[in-house]
């Protein structure tokens, strides 16, 4: 089965939605589970485990909510994007209860992650490689995914999210890359992910998808997701 793990992007204390990227004009989300944007009351409704939180204020200025995050923590078992570029912000993650999320579009180098696979374990460490327009976003990595895939398996990488930040909020996604992939661990897709996209998805190595729009609209059946 292909599990759903739910997705929420936060931004200055409220959950927040937007389309492609656009941080700037992401807006309070609407969402089936809550008539209001907190996260916590939000985290509380949602029918699944697993909880993906991208903290737009650590990837865009460096100032993670680490209260919130605890918070959420307490509720869902988390994986957390907090915007980490250097080793020193992996020191946010020290006393947090949670998958360290480390994406491409942020760090600085791979130096910083083999660092946080010595100081927190490979089991907790996951690294999203971001993409737009089917490129990686990275200073360090090749722009193909596959390629970036395998030079982060073979640098003892177990976990990876492909997220194609161009079709975030989009209802559309193309990841027919997947079928080059050899496998060397946990994959996990994010970005305009749609209930129809489980019939391809059950035939894939993909092992979880990360959603959001779908789910907060209320168009995802949680018994077709198999989760």
């Known amino acids: 089965m292909v599990e759903v793990i739910a997705v929420l ?3 200055g204390g409220v959950a927040v ?25 939000i985290a509380a409704s949602l029918p699944y485990p697993r909880l993906y939180v991208a903290d737009l204020d650590g990837i ?9 995050i605890k918070s959420l923590s ?8 907090l915007g980490v570029r250097g080793a ?16 491409t579009e942020t760090v600085t180098g791979m130096e910083v992650i083999t660092e946080a696979i010595q100081r927190f374990g490979g089991g ?3 690294v999203s490689i971001d993409m737009k327009n089917g490129a990686v976003l990275s200073s360090f990595l090749p ?5 970036a895939y395998e030079v982060l398996a073979a640098a003892g990488v177990g976990r990876v999210i492909f997220l194609d930040i161009s079709s975030v909020g989009t209802g559309k996604s193309d990841y027919l890359f997947i ?3 050899n496998k060397a661990g946990e994959i996990l897709l994010g970005g305009g992910i749609t209930a129809e996209d489980f019939g391809w998805l059950k035939g894939s190595p993909v092992d979880g998808v990360l959603v959001g729009t779908a789910m907060h609209r209320g168009e995802l059946d949680v018994r077709q997701s198999g989760s």
Not at 60 to 68: A, F, G, K
Not at 89 to 99: A, G, V, W, Y
């Open 143 to 147: 722009s193909h995914p596959v390629d």
């Open 88 to 103: 020193d912000d992996l020191n946010f993650f020290t006393n947090m209860d949670c998958d360290i999320v480390l994406g």
């Open 74 to 81: 307490k509720l869902k078992d988390l994986m957390v994007d």
């Open 179 to 181: 079928k080059d992939l």
């Open 17 to 41: 939605a937007g389309k492609s990227g656009r941080r700037e004009e992401y807006k309070p989300l609407k969402t089936v589970f809550s008539e209001s944007s907190n996260p916590v009351e």
């Open 60 to 68: 865009t200025s460096s100032r993670p909510d680490i209260e919130l």
């Open 9 to 11: 992007d936060i931004r």
């Open 124 to 126: 907790r460490v996951i």
